[in-house]
């Protein structure tokens, strides 16, 4: 199959969410029934029937012969869209990993409730100068070290071209590393990570 540029604006409510993109794996491998789909995929078939319908009219989907149950297959297994030709491409960014973000905050939220159901912020110098904002235990203000909780970690720092590619390279090989090392007991759980480096907005010319 060829490269297919999709051109209808409202396939880019699909393309911005990976969880219904995923949805199309299995139209992209073959020809299959909605109901098949619908079980690789973990969803209901109504549900998927939905998507469906809709994938045909913006031309990413077509039935495949006459069969009962239809059969539907993705036109290629490889599409381009170009988001700035609907939306501001900060816009694009935002809603691109709006899922993402929301579920990494109920990660968040869920693990510092098991810590406690009162926090606050609490606002300090460090050596007179440098200052912190941390949310901790409303009964934890007092104590020292603060009680464990899920990184997030955001800061800014003064580097040169060379140390921002050495420190992205060596925040690559960290997550290569742990890949290779990925636990493959069922037991154990998973974690949601998010790596990033980038140029100050505010202060990049």
């Known amino acids: 199959m060829t490269r297919v540029t999709v051109s209808a604006p409202e396939a880019?409510?699909?393309?911005?969410?990976?969880?219904?993109?995923?949805?199309?794996?299995p139209f992209m491998a073959?020809?299959?029934?909605?109901?098949?789909?619908?079980?690789?995929?973990?969803?209901?078939?109504s549900a998927l029937n939905y998507w469906v319908k809709r994938a045909v009219d913006w031309g990413l989907l077509e039935r495949v012969g006459e069969d009962?149950?239809?059969r539907y297959q993705a036109v290629s297994s490889d599409?381009?869209?170009?988001?700035?030709a609907v939306m501001p491409f900060e816009d694009m960014l935002e809603r691109r990993d709006r899922s993402s973000w929301a579920r990494m905050l109920r990660g968040y939220a869920r693990e510092?409730?098991?810590?406690s159901d009162d926090w606050v912020f609490r606002v300090y110098l460090e050596q007179g100068e440098l200052l912190h904002r941390d949310l901790v235990p409303a009964e934890a203000v007092a104590s020292a070290p603060p009680p464990a909780v899920p990184l997030?970690?955001?800061?800014?720092l003064r580097l040169s071209r060379a140390q921002a590619r050495a420190l992205q390279a060596q925040l690559e090989r960290t997550?290569?590393?742990?890949?290779?090392?990925?636990?493959?007991d069922e037991q154990d759980e998973k974690y949601l990570f998010h790596v990033a480096l980038?140029?100050?907005?505010?202060?990049?010319p």
Do not use: C
């Not at 699909?14 to 993109?21: I, Q, T």
């Not at 510092?112 to 810590?115: A, E, I, L, Q």
């Not at 997550?175 to 493959?184: G, L, M, P």
């Open 12 to 25: 880019m409510d699909l393309f911005l969410d990976l969880a219904k993109l995923r949805l199309f794996a």
């Open 30 to 45: 073959g020809p299959v029934t909605v109901t098949d789909a619908a079980r690789l995929t973990g969803v209901s078939a």
């Open 68 to 70: 009962r149950p239809a």
């Open 79 to 84: 599409f381009v869209m170009n988001p700035t």
């Open 112 to 115: 510092y409730r098991r810590v």
């Open 152 to 156: 997030n970690e955001w800061g800014v």
């Open 175 to 184: 997550i290569e590393t742990f890949f290779e090392q990925a636990s493959a």
């Open 198 to 204: 980038v140029r100050d907005a505010g202060h990049a």
